[in-house]
RNA sequence: GGUCCAGUAGCUCAGUUGGAUAGAGCAACAGCCUUCUAAGCUGUGGGUCGUGGGUUCGACUCCCGCCUGGAUCACCA
């Protein structure tokens, strides 16, 4: 690497000039802001002190002595405490040789270790999936993908919380309203359906706390005796204890919810190498709460219900086991953890999951610790900001969702008007239309999300907020196009354009500098991304490099320079940044089309 | 109230070991299609980086206080 080279040299120069021995890690080496000329840039105050000298001769000494030491050191300015080195178009065009034709350019070689777990999308059985889901599901894909373009062994995992009091809701409201509809003869997508029974178990819940309320009861107490909740703890504990009839529906039920996800995961592109399902994990949750309860490190109240005293690592004491004996949501979380680790020893366990849960996965991992599980540092809760629309917050309970399915059609057929609007694909035949307009309406949606550090929260309008022009899926969609355009019509076979040696004469255009100096740094980008879980440093490359590829495109001609080597060189460009594009896209779970 | 996260242009967002004049897109305005796809390119306007201190040659970035917004502290999941 040629900052390495750059770093020990100036470290050499120091020592040479100065006498005096510096770390490399002291130098300030840094990328040239875009005002200036040059590549890299040393930032010379804080040797000052070393060399006792001004910032200008102190630049321009350890400059002289770099381009001495250097062939591809082109020149070199001092500005002000800045001494900023210019390469010379060899170094850069030498780096283009290398890579421009391979096609994992940027991904590293898979590292001999144990997996990484990687949970993303865990949903709840009793409603179908919504635009929360969908930042889940992408976030938690793009983030495997990305690992593995870094050479992780990785392993997605689902957790389904199949079981729990949600599902009993609309459980109840089934038998109580259903009238025996299913799917196929409502016509509703199985999850939807399900979603529509937790909604009525809402509403008669809102109903009957009102009227208990209107009979002199509390908010809280009302809460907690509405007949209708009553019912539907009722049927965890029947479930729990294994009621045929019970066990019954509720599989006949998740059936329906399992066939619409299907759809929707299809839909969006989502695929699991591991499902697990917390019913059948919250068993051994149950377990470990009795261990600890044996070894002593939890106490069980008088009641029955077994706590955990979490007080000296901060928290406050959290419930593990219901006085009915029934279990809680962190206590399969306990069980899965174990089931993890036991199976596949990872090298970490990345849930991906929304920041309303962090005290939750604090506490998780407080708890395994407390039961001697040391491996519980290797679980990272990986937090993301919430979906917010307008209005405000999303709630399912009262039915105010984007829905997932809903919003994916909608952006297709966005997609579709406004391609139809601009004249274009017309000569495509239905199917391949069909497949277009999805490929860009989901680029579109995908590539907005994705642009957002997973950290923050974001507002999402389903109006206003997805755009096709500018900072968009489509734009580099848009941009891939043209590439592939060029190489079709250059009349080589992709396959068989290549450098044919003939390049020592180039010189290189500003335009092309730019969008080389950028694709180099490509594989720090999946490095900085995978260090940091965070694809939108992958999503905001690919919008750059598109932005740098437009630029070129607009400033220099590719198939009608007259001019051989260069015609091909512009080529062999167009083609290396349309298989980085397509590269990094794909870490997003974005398809980019030949043709739009 | 305790804890955690966030606050950058009218709007949506970049800005990562502290570096030069804080950047994009959208929206507004002005240009560029007889020339490789105008879902593109070029330009103009728009900022007390929530706020007040501190550290430093240098702070959007680090430290402390305050303000605002969000999350959470359930025998919900």
Not at 383 to 392: F, R, T
């Amino acid at each position: 690497m040629i900052v390495t080279l750059l770093l020990e040299k100036t470290v050499e120069a120091v020592k040479e000039l100065y006498g005096y021995s510096v770390e490399p890690d002291k130098i300030n080496l840094e990328k040239t802001s875009k005002e200036f000329e040059g590549d890299y840039t040393i930032v010379v105050f804080p040797l000052l002190r070393i060399s006792r000298k001004s910032p200008e001769i102190t630049g321009k000494e350890i400059g002289d002595f770099l381009k001495q030491s250097f062939d591809y050191i082109e020149s070199y300015t001092v500005i002000k405490g800045f001494l900023n080195i210019l390469l010379s178009d060899r170094y850069w065009i030498n780096l283009f040789l290398e890579n421009y034709n391979k096609q994992d350019y940027g991904r590293s070689e898979p590292i001999e270790d144990a997996p990484v777990i990687i949970e993303f999308s865990s949903p709840n059985t009793n409603k179908p999936l919504h635009l929360g889901h969908i930042r889940n599901n992408l976030l938690g894909y793009a983030v495997a993908s990305i690992l593995e373009a870094n050479g992780n062994k990785v392993i997605r995992m689902n957790l389904v919380n199949d079981r729990g009091i949600h599902i009993c809701k609309s459980m109840l409201a089934y038998i109580k309203w259903g009238n025996g509809e299913d799917p196929s003869t409502s016509g509703i997508k199985g999850d939807s359906l399900v979603g529509k029974y937790y909604v009525r178990f809402n509403e008669e819940y809102k109903k009957e706390i009102n009227e208990l309320i209107l009979k002199g009861y509390s908010q809280e107490e009302a809460e907690k005796r509405a007949p209708v909740l009553l019912e539907a703890q009722e049927i965890l504990r029947k479930w729990e204890s294994g009621d045929p009839g019970t066990i019954q529906l509720w599989r006949k039920m998740n059936g329906w919810v399992y066939k619409g996800f299907e759809k929707t995961y299809a839909r969006l592109g989502i695929t699991f190498d591991h499902v697990q399902f917390e019913s059948e994990t919250y068993l051994l949750g149950k377990e470990l709460v009795k261990e600890g309860l044996e070894k002593g490190v939890l106490a069980q109240k008088p009641d029955g219900s077994i706590w955990a005293d979490l007080t000296n690592d901060g928290f406050d004491e959290k419930v593990l086991q219901r006085s009915d004996g029934t279990s809680v949501y962190i206590t399969q979380d306990i069980g899965t953890a174990q089931q993890r680790y036991d199976h596949y020893h990872p090298s970490r366990m990345i849930y991906v999951v929304g920041n309303e849960q962090n005290y939750h996965f604090d506490v998780l991992k407080s708890i395994l610790k407390k039961l001697g599980r040391n491996w519980a540092d290797l679980i990272f809760h990986l937090s993301y900001g919430m979906v917010e629309l307008p209005s405000g917050k999303m709630k399912s309970r009262e039915g105010t969702v984007v829905d997932a399915d809903d919003l994916m059609d909608e952006m297709c057929e966005t997609a579709g008007k406004i391609t139809t609007e601009l004249g274009k694909a017309k000569d495509l035949p239905d199917p391949e239309a069909g497949e277009l307009f999805n490929s860009i309406g989901l680029a579109a949606l995908k590539f907005f999300i994705l642009k957002v550090s997973p950290k923050k929260n974001m507002t999402f309008d389903p109006v206003e907020s997805i755009d096709f022009n500018g900072n968009t899926g489509p734009f580099v969609q848009y941009t891939f196009a043209r590439i592939r355009s060029l190489l079709k019509k250059s009349g080589i076979p992709v396959s068989e354009i290549n450098m044919d040696g003939d390049e020592n004469s180039l010189v290189l255009m500003k335009s092309e500098r730019e969008l080389l100096k950028y694709l180099a740094l490509f594989p720090e980008v999946i490095r900085d991304a995978a260090n940091d879980l965070n694809p939108s440093f992958v999503t905001n490359f690919c919008y750059e490099t598109a932005k740098f590829f437009n630029q070129f495109y607009q400033e220099v001609p590719v198939l009608k320079e007259s001019d051989q080597a260069k015609r091909l060189f512009r080529l062999c460009l167009s083609m290396f940044t349309g298989n980085t594009l397509k590269s990094g896209m794909s870490m997003l779970g974005i398809t980019l089309p030949d043709q739009m």
